[in-house]
């Protein structure tokens, strides 16, 4: 298993959280089958594992009511593991190429509305901490990024002349945002108040007052305790303010595929969840026909 793990670390570039997550995944399917060939009187054997018993593995996950997206994620890493074993010809043929998870329900993204967000972005001050807070959360909103994407971002990733913002996103995916005058502006004002508190040489566009990068834990606490502001939104945190933007991308005309690539989306099936918001807005405004109320 530690070839695969570092398969996935070195190779594939998965995050740490995911090689952790899928080493901790593999380790309990393993415990599971030695479990289960000790009952038999059997030697564990990576060639005897097929569908059924994979299966069953999976059964007995959803009858200790582990969630959905558990279990998918769990098949993932199985599923990703014998591909590797195929290849490295320590089996034959894979053996979870028809298993399909349990599909899980796509919950409607939280998302603050454009008017609300206008309000709570328009305020001006001129202290550090807050002019560097107020320029994240309106970064998150304008560009859609990933808060890990916003954390990394460079001094040399912002390109003011071209009004572009080059991110690194999963994989070390890097892609190329465009932003509008509005958000060129809030980073001009930040660049002069950072110099004055900071100094002129800083590698990260997002620092502390001792110069070193933000942490997430960092931009987490400013985005939580500034969306608190809003009574009506149940949830807060960097994300809210992706689905945000995609939804009112979405709204205001934009197409699906375009609005996929701005957010870093392998596959228009992860933006599609977009669609359900704006179309749940569309069914607000209908019931104010007054045949809807009746």
């Known amino acids: 298993m530690s070839l695969f793990v570092d398969y996935m670390r070195y190779e594939r570039n998965y995050s740490t959280h995911t090689v952790l997550s899928y080493a901790n995944d593999l380790s309990q399917f393993t415990e599971y089958l030695e479990g289960k060939e000790k009952m ?34 769990k098949l993932s890493a199985l599923q990703s593991f014998f591909k590797y074993a195929v290849r490295q010809g320590l089996v034959y043929k894979h053996p979870l190429r028809l298993i399909k998870g349990p599909k899980k329900p796509k919950p409607i993204p939280y998302f603050i509305k454009e008017k609300e967000i206008t309000n709570l972005l328009d305020e001006e001050t001129e202290l550090f901490g807050e002019v560097r807070n107020r320029l994240m ?6 560009t859609g990024i ?16 071209s009004m572009l913002l080059k991110v690194t996103g999963k994989r070390n995916k890097q892609r190329l945002i465009p932003f509008a005058e509005r958000l060129k502006e809030m980073i001009l004002y ?5 110099a004055r508190e900071v100094g002129e040489a800083c590698v990260s566009f997002f620092v502390q007052k001792d110069g070193r990068p933000v942490t997430s834990a960092i931009v987490y606490y400013a985005v939580k305790k500034k969306l608190s502001y809003i009574p ?20 205001n ?14 596959s228009l099936a ?6 359900h918001v704006t179309f749940e807005e569309l069914k607000k405004v209908y019931n ?7």
């Open 40 to 73: 038999e009187g059997e030697v564990f054997n990576i060639e005897r594992i097929d569908a059924d018993i994979v299966r069953e593995w999976l059964m007995s996950l959803m009858k200790q009511s582990v969630s959905s997206a558990s279990v998918n994620r």
């Open 137 to 142: 959360l309106e970064m998150f909103y304008e």
């Open 146 to 161: 990933r808060c890990s994407e916003l954390v990394g971002i460079k001094d040399m990733d912002v390109d003011l002349e």
């Open 190 to 194: 930040y660049y002069n108040v950072r």
């Open 232 to 251: 009506t939104l149940a949830k807060q945190s960097p994300h809210v303010l992706r689905h945000s933007f995609a939804t009112s991308m979405l709204n």
């Open 253 to 266: 005309g934009a197409e699906l595929s375009a609005v996929s690539k701005l957010l870093g989306h392998s």
């Open 270 to 275: 992860s933006t599609s969840v977009y669609t």
């Open 288 to 294: 104010a026909h007054p045949r809807a109320k009746k």
